[in-house]
T-cell receptor, first 115, second 107 residues
């Protein structure tokens, strides 16, 4: 069974540019989560999809971040325009059920550097 | 104050030592997770606990619900155990993470 796949693994962009991160969850996992770790801080929640719907987007930092999950399969997280403070590692995770009773599977993360 | 607190932040041990990492959390979690992250790597789930104790190889995780405290133990530590160990609580439908413990095991 394929795990959670994230692309790209690394991205270096200039301030003001746009970047789109992609996450492919485990097939059949309705729940998809985006998390972010900025330098020196704990990993923080960004948002949660159930299928194609945003269940909870309270962790999204501002309106420069747009997440989509069209068709309830893979998800994209777009940052436009990117700022220096957006640098960090963006993790995606998926789970079978909404409370992760069967656990969560994480992707390898996308390391975003905004210069 | 974070809802999940971990200690220590950094830990250096000699190969073979017994290691303990601690995690305290606030009320309301439905499960406690221990995760591992190797340098440049993704996050791997080690344990998910809601009560008692779990063991996998040289790793043992315990949780005390009354004290809102969990520990991760590594017996007979090895340099390949060097990684960041992260405690996280399931609050509702999301995970809240501790800051992580950077473990270095020297040969």
């Amino acid at each position: 069974e394929a795990g959670v796949t994230q692309f790209p693994s690394h991205s270096v962009i200039e301030k003001g540019q746009t970047v789109t991160l992609r996450c492919d969850p485990i097939s059949g996992h309705d729940n998809l989560y985006w998390y972010r770790r900025v330098m020196g801080k704990e990993i923080k929640f960004l948002l949660h999809f159930v299928k194609e719907s945003k269940q909870d987007e309270s962790g999204m930092p501002n309106n420069r971040f747009l997440a989509e999950r069209t068709g309830g399969t893979y998800s994209t997280l777009k940052v436009q325009p990117a700022e220096l403070e957006d640098s960090g590692v963006y993790f995606c995770a998926s789970s079978q059920d909404i409370q992760g009773a069967f656990g969560y599977t994480f992707g390898s993360g996308t390391r975003l550097t905004v210069v | 104050k974070n809802e999940v607190e971990q200690s220590p932040q950094n830990l250096t041990a000699q190969e073979g030592e017994f290691i303990t990492i601690n995690c305290s959390y606030s009320v309301g979690i439905s499960a406690l997770h221990w995760l591992q992250q190797h340098p440049g790597g993704g996050i791997v789930s080690l344990f998910m606990l809601s009560s008692g104790k779990k063991k996998h190889g040289r790793l043992i995780a315990t949780i005390n619900i009354q004290e809102k405290h969990s520990s991760l133990h590594i017996t007979a530590s090895h340099p390949r155990d060097s990684a960041v160990y992260i405690c996280a609580g399931t609050f509702g439908s999301r995970l809240t993470f501790g800051e992580g413990t950077q473990l270095t095991v020297n040969p």
